[in-house]
């Protein structure tokens, strides 16, 4: 009986820690969660402070990459519209041939900084608009002709790969003006 006893005594110790260790897990992973989303309201905050005017344009965005798939060889060269080296954090914006000379066709201008979130406040970074590209509706399968907000109202985002652009895609999103 006493050897019963003192099983019983060791089997409550050792459920009485497996209590605690799940009772750590669930208090440290609810800590996790409780910082990230400080850090996302905090980010959100300093977002605001940055944007004074609070100015920002619902447009869509693709991505490009120096692929060959992805960029005539023409135009493939490593540098942006405005001559600096084609990086992360570059957007391109539209231009159309008008009377024989390429114009900047967009919302945005050249040298802006821009803070891109999804539709969702989901953030996807800041970006410097310092490229330009030709972007029509008929490059994009499935796109009607008639939309002509798509030249307009859309940004290349610059990413280092083609496997990482063809698995963006085209996706709505909020473009604030931050300069």
């Not at 009986?1 to 497996?18: P, Y």
């Not at 231009?95 to 900047?104: D, E, S, Y």
């Amino acid at each position: 009986m006493e050897k019963i006893i003192r099983l019983i005594k060791k089997i409550t110790i050792v459920l009485e820690i497996c209590i605690i260790v799940v009772i750590a897990m669930n208090y440290l992973s609810l800590v996790k969660s409780v910082k990230a989303n400080d850090i996302q309201v905090n980010s959100e905050l300093a977002l605001e402070s940055k944007i004074p005017s609070k100015k920002y344009y619902y447009m869509t965005a693709t991505v490009y990459t120096r692929h060959p798939d992805c960029i005539s060889p023409e135009f493939n060269d490593g540098y942006t519209a405005t001559g600096t080296k084609v990086r992360e954090g570059i957007v391109a914006i539209n231009v159309n041939l008008i009377n024989g000379r390429w114009v900047v066709d967009s919302v945005l201008r050249l040298g802006q900084k821009v803070y891109i979130t999804s539709l969702e406040n989901k953030p996807l970074g800041y970006f410097r608009v310092e490229d330009t590209g030709k972007f029509k509706v008929g490059d994009i399968r499935g796109a009607s002709p008639d939309d002509l907000r798509w030249d307009r109202w859309n940004c290349d985002i610059f990413v280092p790969n083609i496997e990482k652009a063809k698995k963006q895609g085209c996706e709505l999103v909020k473009v604030h003006i931050i300069e």
